[in-house]
């Protein structure tokens, strides 16, 4: 059986499909419209806020004392050094020093066999009087008449020619005693007591260590500021935390045309600390300002064609190009561009920009500047 419709009802249940597709997308849309003026307002915050400043070091543009100076390196080598070798063969009686012994110029280091060489001087001593003697007779006879000139000149001659045989036999016999051509001490000792020596073979060396050399090869562009008696300032890698004074003995006006530069030697008073052979760091001072501006080197900005530095300025860092001048250790001269209390940045350079707002690291923070009230109206 059919029940009658109610045609009200029928009408209402077709309709609430219809509102609720109507009514959703007008919800939706309302609430990213809400969503969106809240993004756009923390936007415009952000945009208030601006960008953070940078923290940064800086150090005040001061006064002190500038050296102007030339640093290289080189070896420390002694003034004099010296081979010994035996002047003739013979076995080693004696050695009378150790290696590490101060000796003295003269002085007798090994003994040789000299028993040969004796006997040769004694038999040329005797050859010698014999001449002499019968050199002495002739001159008698000469005046008598009994003997001619040519006979006195042979007898003169042969007289002549042993004494010089005599003084050679002399020489020879001296040579047994080796002695020391210059004073220092013993660097070597290649022989034993009971040694054949060979002749002009080297037996002991000996080194001057009472004045040391330094050598640097110094490019041609310093050849008029690098004079003898300037003052040398020396550190050697194995005796750190140390310096030594010296200062420059000559200079070789030469140019090496290879390379473009010439020598200055350096000298060094020897006292038992320094020794030949250490690598050494030199620094040649040829100017010096009492009362100079200067400020760090690390404030200098790299890579940049000509030196700048940042200063801060109203809270801001700025670049100023700056004029230079001597450079002292890990401090440099300013000649122009900043004056003396002025800051410049040295720590937190590299991510600065001309204008980039910093804070100072160990300053107090600038408070934040307050908004116009037009443009705070406008935004909101």
Known sequence: MILPTDPARGRSRLLAPLLLCVLLPAVFALGACKRGGDGAQAAGKDAD????????EVVAVGRRAIAASYAGTAALEARAESQVVAKTSGVALSV???EGQQVRAGQVLVRLDSARAALQAAQTAAQMRKLESNYARSL?????KLISANDIDQIRYDLENARAANRLANLELSYANVVAPISGVVAQRSIKPGNFVQINTPILRIVDTSRL?????????ELATLKAGLPVRLRVDALPGRD????????????DAGSGTFRV???FAGDGVLQPGMFGRLQIDYDHRADAL????????DDEAQPAVYTVRAGKAVRVPVS????????????????QGEPVVTAGKVALREGSPVQVIGAPAAPAAARPAAATGAKQ
């Open 140 to 144: 008698q006879l000469a005046e008598q």
């Open 294 to 301: 200067a400020i760090p080197r690390g404030a200098l900005l």
């Open 49 to 56: 806020k601006g960008p953070e400043a940078v923290p940064v």
């Open 213 to 221: 050399e330094a050598t640097l090869n110094v490019p041609e562009r």
């Open 244 to 255: 030594f004074a010296g200062s420059v003995d000559r200079v070789a006006p030469v140019v």
């Open 265 to 267: 030697i350096c000298a």
């Open 324 to 339: 230079l001048g001597y450079v002292d250790g890990e401090w440099v001269e300013l000649r122009g561009g900043l004056k």
């Open 96 to 98: 009378l020093v150790e």
